[in-house]
């Protein structure tokens, strides 16, 4: 009788204990899953870079306030340096074949349909850029083997008709009314901005300083360019005017700022800054105000090239 009255408390207790840890567990707040929604300003893509190892590059969205950071796509190769499509619902990005080719991929913004539009081998095919029509793309062919001689390159948006338009650029960008590319070339000695029509002729040059000029893109509405500069000591984002007019500093950082881009309604610019292989994605108004950081990234993992969706 004793040894039953004894299981019995024992069981008791056992069971009390267990109950008491179910109204615990139910008492406390789940934590918010925060989706990929736009708050903030909207959706940027940037590539989470492990500081060794270029193949292990990845694409990620996060929202403009920091929230919701999700890699985009599980990727058996190394992905950087992407575009979004003007309907936002895809992705174009140079794809890390091996240590000797880079090849253009463009795939869902789901993550799904992987697909590799150039198939040249030795060459490093970079920068895509897509057509305001979502029908082509314009991308950089490097050359590793002739000094890393770069061309630019069109196709469509499917990889068909890919054909080399005679400049010698890097980085070129549509402008908005899909006639013309900007970029920048060192054919005149330092890296300066050019635009040229989309079939390479009626080559424009815009700068023409001591200075370094690169990765300028065009705002929404084709009125400005935005740009990164050294012209101050470190590389700064700087705005000046379609035809070239009127540059204005943007950022005032002790780090150097690179790859602006513009938010679709052109009043945000999301570059991303840092100490060497230490750099953030940030935000910054056009005008040069509130100035944040949006990624915080793990150590030994920077956040480079972001790209703000389409609304």
Known sequence: MY????????GFLFFSLFCLGCNKKSTEPEQEIIPLDGRGGGVIAYCYQPITGEFDHQIYGINADGSGNTRLI??????????WSPNGQRLAAVGY???S??????????GTQLTRLTTTNFVNDSEPNWSPDGSQIVFTRIYPNQNDRTEIWVMGADGGNQRYIGIEGFAAKWSPDGSHFIYQSSFSGSSD????????????????TASTEINPVYSPDGAQIAYTTDRDGNHEIYIMNADGSNPRRVTNHAFDDYTPRWSSD??????????WSEWEVYTIHADGMNMRQVTDSPANITAINPVWQPE
């Open 101 to 110: 080719t880079w090849s253009i991929y463009v795939f869902n913004a789901d």
């Open 3 to 10: 040894e039953r009255m004894q299981r019995y408390v024992l």
């Open 193 to 208: 901005l050019y635009t040229c029509d989309v079939d390479g002729s009626n080559v424009q040059q815009l700068t023409a």
């Open 74 to 83: 599980q990727a058996d190769i190394g992905l950087n340096h992407h575009d």
């Open 97 to 99: 074949v091996n240590s």
């Open 266 to 275: 052109g009043t945000l610019i999301t570059f991303d800054s840092g100490p």
